[in-house]
């Protein structure tokens, strides 16, 4: 993988961490919170936008309306199963499971769609990965129906299965279609306001009052998210293969597992330690593949 992308993913790792730990501490508020970061976006990337729509070269064919409007149902999917995940579950589990489970879907689309090889160091770099995620998502409890545990599990897969569906198309349309990260992102935040507006409009003011004392939340997470996945944009437009760039990513899954347990006081243990092993050294590999 070229170093550039490699720095990109590294920095973007630590901003999306970040943002999901300060995304739990306002999960309870449910879908206002969601629209309030959505639009805080909107507006704090709009000059950036702007000034790429004036003098920058932008397409805006079918094929990039069409990247934008499956990104946006796809990113909207992912920010409610994430959020209702953090409800029911830990952040260290929900978190993992959502991150892990994604790069090896993203991996296998991205060969057959982007024709991608990786090498033999790609592979094993792939499979330390899933296998750390899979260690972190253990944890020191034990499993049982019904327990948060194992809901935490579901909806994180449920969450994997949208992130990767959303990073192939993203990956298609700066690829491919050379759109420029900050304006992909920024449409698909203008789509996915759009679709939460009028079902938050007919929502009684009971579900707005929990915002008043997280919007503090809402402005760092606008600001955070959307930058941390521009940043993994730029590093696929750069030469990035997806297959590389999907796992790599997921090194915020080892960041975010750690900041649930030091900061949230979650469940610690050795599994879920050697599973952030695993992973930081098949993010190391994918980095040399």
Known sequence: MPIQSLILVVVAAFLH???????KRAAHVGTPFIFSYTLVSSVLYL???????LYGHLSWSAGVWLCITLSGVLHLGYNLCLLHGYRVADLSVVYPVARG???????LTA??????????????????????????????????SGSSTVRGIRWGAATGALIAG??????WAVKK????????????????AALLFPWLLRQPLTAWRPLRARWQLALAVGALSPLAYILVLAALRLGGPVSLVAPAR??????GALLGMIVLREPIG????????????????????
Do not use: K
């Not at 961490?17 to 995304?23: D, S």
């Not at 489970?101 to 991996?107: D, E, G, K, Q």
């Not at 959303?166 to 990956?171: F, H, K, M, S």
């Not at 997921?250 to 960041?255: K, T």
């Open 101 to 107: 489970s994604a790069p090896l879907l993203s991996s």
């Open 47 to 53: 000059p950036w936008v702007l000034w790429l729509m």
């Open 17 to 23: 961490a970040t943002w999901n730990l300060l995304g």
């Open 250 to 255: 997921e090194m915020s899954m080892m960041i």
């Open 166 to 171: 959303y990073t192939v198309v993203d990956a």
């Open 111 to 144: 060969i057959v769609l982007f024709r991608e090889r990786p090498s033999g160091l790609g592979v094993l770099g792939i499979l330390a990965v899933v296998g750390g995620v899979l260690l972190i998502s253990i944890g020191p409890r034990t499993v049982h």
């Open 270 to 289: 050795f599994t879920r330690l050697l599973g952030c092993a695993l992973l930081a050294a098949g993010v190391v590999l994918l980095g040399l593949a």
């Open 177 to 192: 279609l050379a759109m420029q990260p900050v304006v992909l992102d920024w449409c698909t935040n203008i789509f996915r």
